[in-house]
């Protein structure tokens, strides 16, 4: 009664039932795995409250990447926010700092949500968490809207692709930027439509982004990738709620990002055959670390 493989699908089900996208997907995995409604919610809480844990010890804590290429940027960028020397807004650069230290927390195998994946995990806690301490929203708000953000993924999953590895970055970030876009819309009382709206444009802006991952790691340029694709997730959920319209519908821009993801060559889709991977300094990083690695280092 509440399944749904398109977006056309998932609005005409919270038109039917006069409810928001979160408690659609909600009933969905209800009827999906037989579990009740306060046990799938509280699954959920448990993933926030990891996501949680993940921005404190990255912002607070002197986290190294075990290949030594990445670490304590997301500390260095909180720095500059807490003396008020950020050009961008508070709020965006907190927004970016978190999902850094989140996809460093990763990189350092601590324990993270992989939402959409674990390359893409700083995007919606980055989004989400930022904007919900800003104004004020309350766990189960937060709650909420991760399930909305778990609706889009997986109409993505379904009719496109969550692995950089099939369809670049775009796949990975930018879904992840669509999902906390939607979740954005739903915790700042945005209609369903609204939220599929800002997925939408989440999606376009990241449009074709290649997979091109430095020594095969997700560090650089992925981290960096997680700050914007929150921060694209914030400005997409305000044209949503603005009233702005994407002009082409969820269902169609999923549809593209595929059709786009099969048509980057495969030195762009994580193999780490092309783009940044290929650079000298790229090559030479690599080197080192295989050498390391063959040292036992």
Do not use: H, W
């Amino acid at each position: 009664m509440y399944q749904f493989n398109y977006g056309y699908e998932l609005l005409e089900l919270t038109k039917r039932f006069n409810k928001p996208i979160s408690e659609i997907v909600m009933l969905a995995e209800q009827e999906r795995t037989g579990e009740s409604l306060e046990v799938i919610f509280e699954k959920m809480k448990k993933n926030l409250q990891v996501m949680r844990e993940a921005i404190n010890k990255g912002l607070n804590e002197d986290i190294r990447s075990v290949s030594g290429l990445s670490g304590g940027d997301a500390k260095k960028l909180y720095a500059r926010i807490v003396i008020g020397n950020t050009l961008s807004c508070e709020t965006m650069a907190k927004a970016a700092a978190s999902a850094l230290a989140v996809t460093e927390v990763n990189a350092a195998m601590g324990r993270i949500v992989a939402a959409p994946t674990a390359g893409s995990s700083g995007v919606i806690p980055g989004a989400l968490i930022t904007v919900a301490r800003k104004f004020g929203k309350s766990e189960d708000d937060m709650t909420k809207a991760l399930f909305t953000a778990s609706g889009i993924g997986i109409i993505i999953a379904k009719n496109a692709t969550l692995a950089g590895a099939e369809g670049g970055c775009q796949a990975e970030v930018g879904s992840a930027s669509a999902m906390a876009a939607g979740a954005l819309v739903e915790l700042m009382g945005g209609t369903p439509e609204q939220c599929l709206t800002a997925a939408s444009f989440a999606i376009m802006n990241l449009l074709g982004l290649v997979c091109d991952p430095v020594a095969g790691l997700v560090e650089i340029p992925c981290e960096k990738r997680n700050a914007l694709g929150a921060l694209n997730a914030m400005i997409c959920a305000d044209f949503a709620i603005a009233g702005m319209d994407s002009v082409i519908p969820f269902d169609e821009v999923v549809e593209t990002m595929y059709r786009v993801g099969k048509a980057i060559p495969s030195a762009l889709r994580e193999t780490a055959e092309g783009g940044l991977a290929k650079t000298p300094t790229g090559m030479r990083l690599k080197k080192e670390i295989f050498e390391k690695e063959k040292r036992g280092d």
